[in-house]
């Protein structure tokens, strides 16, 4: 039982650059998460998905796009890769939406 | 989600507890308080959570005052291992079902101290 699985754990990516930031849960869980950390602060979530073909966007949205085709899977896409998307990304899932959020350990991403 | 305060760091030495403080005056009566920590280079770990009483697991007690505008983090013996930032955050599962998962502020530094 692996729980939450990120690859790749870093990237650097030059600006313009586009790139998908995998995640994979093997918990059978329903809900699934995107966040961002920057320097310093707490985690701002992306977007976010109650199961297989449902997302909905976060606080900070802009830049970035999803999919979940599977339970499995939920894969954020950065298609025009700017230096203010340097961040560390964690991806997190939950069985319902009550239940505690189980994070990966992250991607680290420098965009330059 | 309503806000919550914390001190920004705390320090404390090894083998002995710590009392992690968080208020939040705001809360509302559907509010669950969760708790989770994230160590060095890290994502974050699920801690404990509650509503109104005080709760006990194998990592860590929380203590939540009557009128709940407050709630402490007991960790009764610390170790280095538990040096990490420690957020204390509402989650209003009725209210959308909890969907949008958590908010988090910046939480409170934990120092270990040998």
């Known amino acids: 039982n692996a729980g939450v699985t990120q690859t790749p754990k870093f990237r650097i990516l030059k600006i313009g650059q586009s790139m998908t930031l995998q995640c994979a849960q093997d918990?059978?869980?329903?809900?699934m998460y995107w966040y961002r950390q920057d320097p310093g602060m707490g985690l701002k979530l992306i977007y976010y998905s109650v199961g297989a073909g449902i997302t909905d966007k976060g606080e900070v949205p802009n830049g970035y796009n999803v999919s979940r085709s599977t339970t499995e899977d939920f894969p954020l896409r950065l298609e025009l890769a700017a230096p203010s998307q340097t961040s560390v990304y964690f991806c997190a899932s939950s069985y319902y939406g009550g239940s505690p959020l189980h994070f990966g350990n992250g991607t680290r991403l420098t965009v330059t | 989600d309503a806000k919550t305060t914390q001190p920004n760091s705390m320090e404390s030495n090894e083998e002995e507890p710590v009392h992690l403080p968080c208020n939040h005056s705001t809360i509302s009566g559907t509010d669950y308080i969760h708790w989770y920590r994230q160590l060095p280079s890290q994502g974050p770990e699920y801690v404990i959570h509650g509503l109104t009483s005080n709760v006990n697991n194998r990592m860590a007690s929380l203590a939540i005052a009557e009128d709940r505008k407050s709630s402490t983090l007991i960790l009764h013996r610390a170790t280095l291992r538990d040096a990490a930032v420690y957020y204390c955050i509402l989650r209003d599962v009725e209210s959308g079902g909890g969907a949008d998962g958590l908010t988090f502020g910046k939480g409170t530094h934990l120092i270990i101290q040998p």
């Open positions: 918990m059978n869980h329903n809900y």
